[in-house]
């Protein structure tokens, strides 16, 4: 199977997690601006963000990032330099509309991301943009609630429409919401959501999802009336769910784990509701407020690509013998695969699971697929020479890029392939520097410490050659 060349080969990450200069030209706060380091209980801020608030911690990680908002020219002409094609990041929602409901963006937020794309092309870089990666601004949460309140939608439309109209010649590709059914995980993060203990979680998150899938469906009709060349895609959390043993009650448990995550790429790609929605809304308690209207405006604009990010499968099971082995999955809870490796964060490595999800995808929708997060967080080592020896990450990029190469033979279609932080970045679900994911470091720690000077790792070499070779050398 020969790649063609206009396969994006690239690199991604989020405004919240590297830009910094957290209140800087007019930006206002944003989620994670309020979340502390993992040593100082960012867990607990994560699924409490009403504690957080009324803390005062020693340090926040989002406030400076890697400083990426005045390093980008050099960021931006390292990446060049490893050749990638495509460069996937967000932009701030607060720092165009720092409350969120402001009637006028502000200028110099704008004026950044011009600058930030203008980089991007000088080098022929194809700038791919998440309107909303974890980002809602916090004053929407304060004032409204966040997405469980449905005038957010009219919000978010007069920030895309703003978006669209200044970029629309810079930018083609475009996500509305980063993993979409990451919001009834993490409501937080996906939804700026807040929920108290004496209220309905499930109720609460469901609506808000609601009203982002009606957003996002009316953000693509807007772009298409904007620039029919633009490209909108939906992002999921990706991964799917494997049954633990052939009991058939394993195998159903994995179905309707599966169906969770699709119910929300269900409505975005077919355009409605699918036939299981209803029991998952039964079986939580959830009676959904839908308007008038709501189900043609879903029908009537699905989206033209469906991005995912992938770290890993999922594993399920009715057996209580195993269902006290849960390990990371990424906000998801799964069980401990004994067939795979896993990593120093407890994130299991199954590059074949690439592969399946890929293919399961594809026979679902049959919609073109793009790779935009993908990679291994580990400690590096810098080296007493200065290098960084990153095998380990040379070898779980390059066995995940074996396993896209195989489901394009499978006859998936697929955009391209970035990989998560292509330079390191603050980790959303912990907040540290030191679970890095780059082919460039950055030097700064946990706490803060460090020049935030880049370096190139090995694997940044060895990316170099992947992308120069259309994924032949691998
Ligand atoms: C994805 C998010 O879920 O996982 C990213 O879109 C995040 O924002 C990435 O950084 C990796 O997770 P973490 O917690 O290691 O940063």
């Not at 989620?31 to 040593?39: N, R, S």
């Not at 633990?244 to 409505?267: M, R």
């Not at 990371?328 to 399946?356: C, K």
Request: aromatic residues 12%; contains cysteine.
């Amino acid at each position: 199977m020969v790649i063609e060349n206009d396969f994006l080969w690239g690199g991604a990450m989020a405004a919240n997690q590297c830009e910094g200069a957290y209140l800087e030209d007019g930006k206002g706060m944003s989620p994670m601006d309020i979340l502390p380091c993992v040593q100082c209980g960012r867990k607990e801020a994560m699924y409490h963000p009403g504690i957080a608030m009324e803390k005062d911690y020693e340090y926040y990680p989002s406030h400076e990032g890697i400083d990426f908002y005045h390093r980008y020219q050099e960021d931006i002409a390292l990446l060049a330099e490893m050749g990638i094609k495509a460069f996937r990041t967000s932009i701030s929602w607060a720092r165009i509309f720092p409350n969120g409901d402001e009637v006028l963006p502000n200028e110099l937020g704008l004026q950044f991301y011009d600058n930030l794309f203008d980089e991007c092309l000088k080098y022929k870089i194809e700038p791919i943009v998440t309107i909303c990666h974890f980002d809602t601004p916090l004053s929407l949460t304060m004032k409204y609630g966040g997405w469980a309140d449905r005038r957010v939608i009219e919000f978010y439309l007069a920030y895309c429409e703003v978006l669209f109209k200044r970029y629309e010649k810079k930018v083609k590709y475009w996500m509305t919401f980063n993993e979409i059914n990451m919001i009834t995980h993490i409501p937080f993060f996906g939804g700026g959501v807040m929920i108290r203990e004496d209220e309905k979680a499930n109720q609460i998150t469901y609506q808000a999802a609601h009203h982002q899938l009606v957003a996002s469906a009316l953000a693509t009709k807007l772009a298409r009336t904007i620039n029919e060349k633009m490209q909108v895609g939906c992002m999921l959390a990706a991964g799917s769910f494997y049954p633990y043993s052939c009991n058939p009650q394993d195998v159903w448990q994995a179905i309707e784990k599966n169906q969770d995550t699709y119910l929300f790429i269900d409505v975005q790609v077919r355009g409605k509701y699918p036939s299981y929605a209803q029991r998952i809304w039964n079986e939580k308690n959830v009676t959904l407020n839908m308007q008038k209207g709501d189900k043609e405006i879903l029908q009537a604009n699905t989206v033209d690509f469906i991005a995912f990010s992938y770290y890993s499968s999922r594993l399920t099971s009715v057996d209580l013998e195993f269902s006290n082995n849960i390990v990371d999955g990424n906000a998801i809870q799964t069980l401990r695969n004994p067939y795979l490796d896993i990593t120093q964060w407890g994130r299991q490595i199954d590059p074949l699971g690439l592969r399946i999800t890929m293919n399961e995808l594809y026979d679902r929708y049959q919609k073109p697929l793009f790779v935009v997060e993908n990679g291994l967080g580990a400690v590096d080592k810098v080296e007493a020479d200065g290098s960084i020896q990153d095998d380990y990450r040379i070898d779980y990029t390059k066995k995940h890029i074996e396993e896209v190469k195989a489901a394009m033979n499978d006859g998936v279609e697929c955009l391209g392939y970035l990989t998560w932080g292509c330079i390191d970045l603050v980790s959303a679900g912990t907040g540290e520097m030191e679970k890095r994911y780059g082919f460039i470091y950055v030097d700064r720690d946990n706490k803060g410490n460090g020049t935030l000077e880049r370096k190139k790792k090995k694997s940044f070499v060895w990316y170099k050659k992947v992308i120069e070779s259309n994924g032949k050398l691998l």
